[in-house]
């Protein structure tokens, strides 16, 4: 079975109008790189969110105690009633999908499903949704589709790739869409059709920025995982010149990416 990459997100804050954080016209995208923060204190758990978020997974795993996730999860529900904000909601739902994974590095499947049904959930609820709200909502119906009966497998199937085309369509220029849509074909068994398209949008997943507008409070996650699979396509295609061509690239840009590093043996072997 192929290894499931963790992805990372960074989104962040609240603009003073009424409408959706993040837009997809050029004219909205270049007013978002301006927005003034509304959250002043230097202690709001939205600052440096994804990192928070990921380091209280870590954290969980080693002590096998969820408590730092949880922690976070209260302070961004308290947050949520004091401004409710979409924005805020994200960030829940991508909590929730970090708290599926832990439970299910513990083989703690019921929990695991319980986590991520109320990440898409939240995800669902949410509106008006953006390209990184779509793909979001994506990821996590990926996610969820290995809980539901065969029956219901197909209908998953199809809005998460309605969800991606979403999110490609708001902005195709999205690195995160790309990646989440080459992601969902990767992990789509080639008799049901997977294995297609995966290798054209992790080209185009590493080809672009982490953000079109540098701004540390949005988000940045994908390219390295999106290296990480690339890599992993092509060892298993046996193709070891693109395989090596991009770990060279890779591991340039990552170092210390345990995603990148932990590839070499197969390139060796």
């Known amino acids: 079975m192929k290894t499931l990459h963790l992805l990372t997100f960074i989104m962040f804050l609240r603009i003073a109008t009424s409408c959706n954080l993040m837009t997809s016209s050029s004219s909205d995208a270049i007013a978002y790189a301006n927005i003034k923060l509304q959250f002043q204190a230097n202690d709001t758990i939205l600052?440096?969110?994804?990192?928070?978020?990921?380091?209280?997974?870590?954290?969980g795993l080693m002590s096998k105690d969820p408590s730092d996730m949880e922690a976070i999860d209260a302070k961004l529900k308290a947050l949520y009633r004091e401004h409710p904000q979409n924005i805020i909601l994200y960030w829940q739902a991508y909590l929730q999908y970090y708290k599926a994974v832990y439970h299910i590095k513990h083989k703690d499947n019921e929990n695991s499903k319980k986590e991520i049904m109320a990440g898409v959930e939240i995800m669902e609820g949410l509106s008006p949704k953006n390209s990184e709200d779509y793909a979001l909502l994506a990821m996590l119906q990926g996610y969820a589709i290995q809980y539901l009966p065969n029956m219901k497998k197909g209908i998953y199937s199809t809005k998460t790739k309605k969800n991606i085309a979403n999110a490609i369509k708001l902005d195709e220029n999205n690195l995160r869409a790309h990646y989440v849509a080459a992601s969902n074909d990767y992990y789509t068994p080639k008799e049901f059709g997977g294995g297609k398209i995966m290798e054209k949008h992790l080209l185009k997943a590493i080809d672009l920025p982490?953000?079109?507008?540098?701004?540390?409070?949005?988000?940045?996650?994908?390219?390295?995982?999106?290296?990480?699979?690339?890599?992993?396509?092509?060892?298993?295609?046996?193709?070891?010149?693109?395989?090596?061509?991009?770990?060279?690239?890779?591991?340039e840009i990552y170092p210390e990416s345990y995603s990148i590093r932990s590839l070499a043996t197969k390139l060796i072997e």
């Open 47 to 59: 600052k440096d969110i994804q990192n928070k978020i990921y380091q209280s997974f870590i954290n």
């Open 210 to 251: 982490d953000q079109q507008h540098p701004n540390a409070f949005l988000p940045s996650w994908g390219k390295e995982l999106s290296y990480a699979m690339l890599i992993e396509h092509y060892i298993n295609e046996e193709n070891k010149e693109e395989a090596k061509k991009y770990f060279k690239k890779a591991i």
